[in-house]
């Protein structure tokens, strides 16, 4: 019997080695973990509650989730935020020239903008895409309430330069929920706020534009600290909303649903932000399915996560986006624009954003990340959080629903209250560095110089009247209160000639200490505490004349358990005498009692609070 060609080409991997049952090899992970919990050592949750397990089999009947195309790229957009139409004309233009594929107009105050963005005036539009052709590359506008009129005013750019608007591709990115939500009111009631819609919608389309005209937006909910559920339940609960307004316009839900596509943030959680684009066209499938429609693929659209952005060591920010970018694409996302690595420091100049570019044209034109349709199916870790995630999103829909849907929900603070609570757990994670943040909570740089960024003073935009308020959704970025630490001893700095600092009291010998002093060092100087010591000290009066010289009020001792059994206790005695306030690098377990007697206030440690520790640390120093 011959075996078919195809038969002849298949490479079976591992074929060498004996089959492994789950059940061999978890008897030999728990002889691995020597009596360790197997839940508290392998398994972790998301903050959903979702479960991570650490291997998960082959998901073999999986289907490929229907949204881009395979060999279809996906839409490289830059920003066009600078406030000077003449200078973002010519930063459009460059980035045109140089590989993008599209444009993202930002206007002032909408969920993008990060403190910039265009004004939503008709000269300011036609100047800033002076030369463009707008009929040739697609355009996506964030919108926001202070400029609901940039999109008629866009219109009638393009009617001045006599291009056809049925040749345009104009996504337009009204969202007025998410501008509500995000300002934690409304300058109308929403059925007001629904009909002025329609009647911009009514005449967009009156004028031949095709749309999408609305944008369900998760930024705001992931800005905020919010759950990749919780994200995914707001989009689809404002998708829902859209598309009753527009069937109350007399739009035909057949036509309605291509009148509204969703934009997600994509962060460095690569595993989660695949699973999320996945569950999105999934669950946006079950809602078109309700409606009694057949499901066809959304236009889906991604930004680079605004909360995951640092000023310290901004350079990670270039790693965090690139991993951000890879699991949008390896999700389906149609089109991604990707935040400049200096974005959070100021307006990003050219390197910066040709690095934003840059970054997406080799994900696509070396990596050829696009070549695939879905190229997660299958896996079943991806599998199994995509389908855990949409469980959890239809879950919170349901409930948004119950509560009148998105509108109501939204004047009532159900999903903002989820969102806060999700941001503290967040927050307290970050602040424990359970969550590390590079060059931020960890691994800082006290002696780095920032890179450039243009010198162009933010924009202020005063809030709408409003007839209502409730919860607001505020953007944070979760590394800002060490950034808010490091700030201040740059002031000390700039007004002293010296930071703050901490003396590391290293007892024994080097081999004894450098473990500590080095998690020390890396501890403190997070906060921008700089930690000063000495390779090792000949005798006690020498550590104690070494601490006097140093000009400081803190002191961490830093060595072994065994050494701190033999001398951490007189050692904390002695810098306590000479007036230092004296923390340990360690747990103190059973010599708690006893070491705090001596003089010890404070312990740091793998797990303990950083971030109210550095805060402390800095009162001390300032008194």
Sequence with gaps: MTQSPQQDNELSLAAEFPPVSEAEWRKLVDAALKGADFEKRLVSRTYDGLRIE?????AAKAQAVAGRAAAQPWQ?????????????????????????????LVFAGSAGAYGYGLDGAQAAIAQALDGVFLDAIPLELDMSARHKDAGQHLAAVLKARGIDPA????????????????????????????????????????????????????RSVHAAGGSEAQELAFV??????????????????????????????ADADQFLTIAKFRALRKLWARIEQASGLTPQ??????????????????????????????????GGADAITALPFTQAIGLPDAFARRVARNLQ???????NLFRVADPAAGSGGIEALTSELAKAAWALFQEIETAGGAPAAIEQGLLQKKVAATRATRQAAVAKRKDALTGASDYPNLSESLPKVLDVARVSVPPLPAVKSFEPLPAIRLAEPFEALRDKSDAILARTGARPKVFLASLGKIADFTARAMFAKNFYEAGGIEAVGN???????????????????????????????????????????????????????????????????NYIYVGCDVLSTLQAAHDILAL
Aim: hydrophobic residues 45%; charged residues 20%; glycine residues 8%.
């Design 535 to 601: 390779d090792s000290f000949k005798s006690r009066e020498d550590m104690i004349a070494a601490f006097k010289a140093s000009g400081t009020r803190l002191a961490c001792l830093c060595s072994s358990d065994k050494v701190y059994e033999a001398e951490a206790a007189e050692a904390a005695k002695a810098l306590s005498a000479a007036g230092a306030t004296v923390h340990l690098a360690g747990r103190p377990g059973e010599h708690e009692s006893n070491w705090r007697q001596a003089g010890v206030k």
């Design 167 to 218: 040749q345009t591709q104009i996504r337009f990115g009204y969202d007025p929920l998410g501008a509500t939500v995000r300002a934690g009111s409304s300058p109308l009631p929403w059925p007001q706020i629904a009909k002025l819609f329609n009647e911009i919608v009514a005449d967009l389309r009156g004028r031949g534009f095709a749309g999408p005209f609305a944008v369900a937006d998760g």
């Design 297 to 330: 693929p959304a236009f889906v659209s991604a930004e680079t996560a605004w909360r995951m952005m640092t000023q310290r060591d901004p350079y990670v920010n270039m790693l965090r986006a690139t991993i951000a970018v890879t699991a949008a694409g390896i």
């Design 54 to 58: 650490p291997l998960y089999p082959r």
């Design 76 to 104: 490289v957009l830059q920003r066009v935020d600078h406030p000077d139409p003449k200078a973002a004309n010519a930063e459009a233009l460059h980035d045109l020239e140089n590989g993008a594929t599209g444009l993202s």
């Design 361 to 367: 044209l080799i994900l696509l034109e070396e990596s």
């Design 236 to 265: 689809i609960a404002n998708a829902v909303a859209y598309l009753r307004t527009f069937a109350d316009g007399g739009i035909a839900l057949k036509r309605a649903r291509k009148l509204v596509y969703f934009r997600l943030a």
